[in-house]
């Protein structure tokens, strides 16, 4: 077998080895339960807090505003659901996008059906929202405005600051789904304004089935998961220890080399950028070109199916995405995709490669001749692409 070529981190990323160096004592060594009384669980309760301290200080919290969760799936449906229940009285309307990961738009949708108005902000070509249509979508009974730090598909940072501005002008809860920005771009709560943040340890290194779930204080959301007085007895189950362990081991990592790595990162995504549009033709780069996640790359191919293009990576050992890993298996386009403006067919040949600090240049390169090559291939069989050609030829 070839070098395997991992383009998909979006989707999730390798535990590094040192987080499964910290997580190990936790399976091993000492696997009490943090809530027990004895001296044996007081490594664990230890480690716990530990964690809380240290991801508090990494997005400028306090510790008691951090609560553990299993993922960015659970803290994205805490923050809607807990939202729409705490303000019940104050209203029926809450905001968001069209570009949002399933996990808060089917939320929405869920909530729809209980009567919950939902606006969903359209985006510009480049995937941002506009600030405008934002302040005009707010009604006095708005009691959410729910908008992701950085689309996992094209990887658009949105306006956060912004948007928490406009959010705390009009008394409006600003929640984040910060999934694919922690770790990856600064996150401090109080510049940015957010209240309520969600994020996902797999998403920068650390382990599957852990996340967080930033609320403010003044927030006051009751219990998520009803029993046992964990996470302040707001979230209840014996805490996942290894998991939250690793996950503040990553965060910690991934903050402190943020800017070293981000730097490279960048530098070989722009590489692979100018290769696939200088040498693709009919290649078009998705997202915004400036305000843009460091490691993520999205490009369409007319006349390409996107799924066909991911078999023949695949054959040549190469990882890659045509959208979300959620959304494959099914035949509709993107959902983000069509919301900047792409037509059907054209949002059917997207790819989606997303870097981390491992992927070298060689690697790139290999990903680039490959698709320059598998696009040639699936074209020379397109009949569409035959037309094109030749009426092309007339004019
Ligand atoms: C991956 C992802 C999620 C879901 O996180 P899980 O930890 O896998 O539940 C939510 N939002 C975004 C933007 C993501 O990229």
Redesign the pocket.
């Known amino acids: 077998m070839e070098k395997l070529i991992y383009l998909d981190n ?3 990323t390798a535990l590094k080895p040192e987080v499964f160096e910290a997580m190990k004592p936790f399976f091993l060594e000492n696997y009490s339960n943090p809530n027990s009384i004895y001296t044996f669980a007081q490594q664990s309760k230890k480690a716990v807090d530990e964690a809380r301290e240290t991801i508090a200080a990494l997005i400028g919290a306090k510790p008691n505003e951090i609560y553990f969760t ?7 449906n805490w923050a809607i659901k807990g939202c729409a229940e705490a303000f019940a009285s104050k209203g029926k309307h809450m905001i968001t996008t069209k570009i ?5 738009l089917h939320t929405c949708e869920y909530l729809e059906k209980k009567g919950v108005e939902v606006t969903y902000l359209d985006v510009d070509a480049d995937g941002m929202i506009s600030l405008e249509q934002l302040e005009q979508a707010i009604r006095p009974d708005t009691f959410l405005i729910s908008i ?5 598909e094209i990887g658009t940072i949105e306006p956060v600051r912004e948007i928490g501005a406009i959010a705390k002008k009009h008394g409006v809860l600003f929640h984040t ?4 920005a922690f770790g990856h771009v600064p996150v401090q709560v109080d510049e940015l304004n957010i209240d309520m943040l ?1 994020a ?4 920068f290194h650390g382990p ?4 967080f779930f930033y609320m403010r204080n003044s927030v006051k959301l009751g219990a998520y998961l009803h029993g046992g007085a964990q996470e302040r007895s707001r979230r209840a189950g014996t805490s996942n220890v290894p998991g939250i362990v690793g996950m503040a081991k990553a965060a910690q990592l991934a903050v402190d080399g943020m800017e070293e790595h981000s730097k490279k990162i960048a530098a070989v995504r722009d590489h692979l950028i100018e290769r696939v549009l200088a040498e693709v033709p009919f290649s078009k780069l998705n997202g915004h070109r400036e305000q843009r996640l460091p490691n993520n790359a999205n490009f369409c191919f007319r006349f390409i199916e996107g799924e066909s293009l991911l078999i023949m990576l695949d054959q040549k050992g190469i990882c890659a995405s045509s959208g ?3 959304t494959s298996g099914s035949l509709d386009p993107s959902h983000v995709l069509l919301a900047i403006g792409l037509p059907h067919e054209i949002a059917h040949g997207s790819l989606r490669l997303t870097l981390s600090e491992e992927t070298t240049m060689e690697d790139v390169d290999f990903a680039a001749d490959s698709l320059k090559a598998i696009v040639e291939r699936l074209r020379s069989m397109s009949p569409l692409y035959e037309d094109f050609v030749k009426n092309q030829q007339h004019v």
């Open positions: 979006a989707a999730t299993a993922g960015g799936s659970e803290s994205d949002e990961h399933h996990a808060v992701m730090f950085a689309n996992n789904d910060a999934v694919q969600s996902s340890a797999h998403k599957k089935g852990v996340g979300s890993a959620c």
